[in-house]
């Protein structure tokens, strides 16, 4: 982008996203027999919106919500996080999405139950999409969650991608699969590729690559995006750290980070979003962007809720990332 547009950039990085409620329950055990839970906030794409804007980004999102108290309850957390809020709807005849999350204690995936059918944010589509706020954006940031969640959301969805395609910004595309929001698993890996395509940093996970890929290794997962015009693909590979092909500095691996005990591991792709992007667009080597997402993700499985392990600035600096 030219230094014009960047100048009058209002925002670093802009996002489209379902915010739920999140119910963490306070036991181990199945959700069942949970008796008491914790209150959070979930959602890909605000999770990687508040670590953003906790590394000192200035950041939008777009959204909708019911006016009940869950929804009150995520529009100020976002708004206390210092996020740009004014494309977020408040409709009092919509309902907010919410989830249930098991408290587990060996490692594993949490079992997490969803009531987001038909929520505020499914309903949003293409005229959702204001196209002189999302340029006002040097950056988007785009997973493959909201596009799921609905029709018209995943025309939403693509409607964000070609305005900043046009408008020569930069955009970054998780997959994170959700299978059980799509008709079924050739529709999810179509539309996931189709999104991709107009991305310029696409972040696979090596599971989730292999399945949109067919191949077998990072290697082969991140050269199927760069054909498709990815200049970096970066392939999450848990705790082995990640592997990276772009057009500027050629391929390579970057170990993970070690883990004192795995808490919780959802989020923890989000984290290393985080760090990829915000590193990115403060002009570092692809090599130092991929070091601190690995970093970040480390943080995030480390503590029970989605965003609690996304750093400060400050905690950034002390780490020397």
């Not at 036991?27 to 999770?47: D, I, Q, S, V």
């Amino acid at each position: 982008m030219s230094a014009d547009a960047t100048a009058q950039t209002a925002l670093d990085v802009v996002l489209f996203g379902e915010a739920m409620l999140l119910l963490v329950a306070n036991e181990p055990g199945p959700l069942e027999h949970a008796t008491g839970f914790y209150k959070r906030t979930a959602g890909a794409e605000t999770n990687v919106a508040i670590g953003l804007a906790r590394l000192g980004l200035k950041v939008g999102w777009a959204s909708r919500l019911g006016t009940d108290s869950m929804g009150r309850a995520l529009l100020a957390t976002m708004q206390s996080e210092g996020i740009d809020c004014s494309h977020v709807v408040c409709d009092a005849g919509q309902r907010t999405g919410f989830q249930f999350k098991e408290r587990v204690t060996d490692g594993r995936d949490p079992q997490v139950e969803y009531h987001r059918k038909g929520s505020a944010a499914s309903q949003m589509g293409p005229a959702d999409v204001d196209a002189a706020w999302l340029r006002s954006a040097r950056h988007l940031h785009a997973t493959g969650v909201f596009a799921a969640i609905s029709d018209t959301s995943l025309q939403a969805a693509i409607r964000t991608l070609e305005v900043m395609r046009a408008a020569g910004r930069t955009i970054s595309f998780d997959p994170n699969l959700r299978p059980t929001l799509w008709s079924s698993p050739e529709t999810m890996r179509h539309w996931i590729n189709e999104l991709s395509r107009y991305a310029d940093w696409v972040l696979p996970g090596m599971e989730e690559g292999a399945f949109l890929t067919g191949e077998t290794t990072p290697e082969g997962v991140a050269r199927f995006y760069r054909e498709r015009g990815a200049k970096l693909v970066v392939v999450k590979l848990g705790a082995e750290g990640a592997y990276f092909d772009s057009e500027v500095a050629g391929t390579g691996r970057v170990a993970g980070f070690p883990v004192a005990q795995v808490v919780d591991t959802v989020g923890a792709g989000d984290g290393f979003a985080v760090g990829v992007i915000t590193a990115l667009l403060e002009g570092q080597t692809v090599l130092a962007a991929v070091r601190r997402g690995a970093w970040i993700g480390a943080r995030a499985v480390q503590v029970l809720g989605d965003t609690e392990g996304l750093p400060s600035r400050t905690q950034l600096q002390e780490a020397g990332l």
